[in-house]
């Protein structure tokens, strides 16, 4: 099978809502700290651009949770293979994640996370895909609906590869 990638969200459009949110979460949290999880290793592209965006003192950390491997579909089975590195006792936290598709791993995520007693806790997603949702996720934040296909780029990945693209693709599998 060869894969073909479209672009569906463009560089300029990602940079342009992403600056939005940047805008929106620091009115938002005006006067606080603010705890950022950024959930690797999809999001990291867009934790960093949005961080850069929100103009507020901010503390970054790193979880890696998972439920895909290297399919297309999720598994259904949650992994944390890396934890947070501070308590969130009465932290302002926000959670950014790259995509929000069936809603299992967020679910699970911020469960466990809201037992740490946060002060707030709060999503923010580049993607979301409302139609595949399972268990049901609030979105504080979100950069984009997308359609139920697979997207890459942007931090996303098949199998570990495409995250580097500056936009949005959809991966199509066609014959060879």
């Known amino acids: 099978m060869k894969e073909i990638i479209h672009e569906y969200l463009s560089e300029e459009k990602l940079n342009n809502r992403i600056k939005e949110l940047g805008e929106q979460i620091t009115a938002d949290f005006e006067g606080e700290e603010l705890y950022v999880v950024c959930i690797l290793k999809g999001a990291v592209y ?5 961080t850069k965006r929100i103009n507020l003192p901010i503390t970054l950390d790193f979880m890696s949770a998972s439920s895909y491997g290297a399919d297309t579909k999720s598994s259904g089975v949650v992994k944390i293979t890396r934890d947070l590195d501070e308590s969130l006792k009465d932290k302002n936290v926000l959670i950014i994640e790259d995509i929000v598709d069936t809603g299992r791993t967020l679910s699970y995520l911020l469960e466990m996370l809201k037992k740490r007693q946060p002060k707030s806790i709060k999503l923010c997603t580049l993607l979301d895909k409302p139609e595949r949702r399972v268990t049901e996720v609030n979105v504080d934040y979100c950069g984009f609906e997308v359609p139920d296909e697979f ?3 942007y931090g996303l990945d098949y199998a570990q590869k495409y995250r580097n693209l500056p936009y949005i693709g959809l991966l199509e599998f066609v014959e060879s």
């Open 151 to 153: 997207v890459v780029g």
């Open 46 to 50: 867009f934790a960093t651009e949005l």
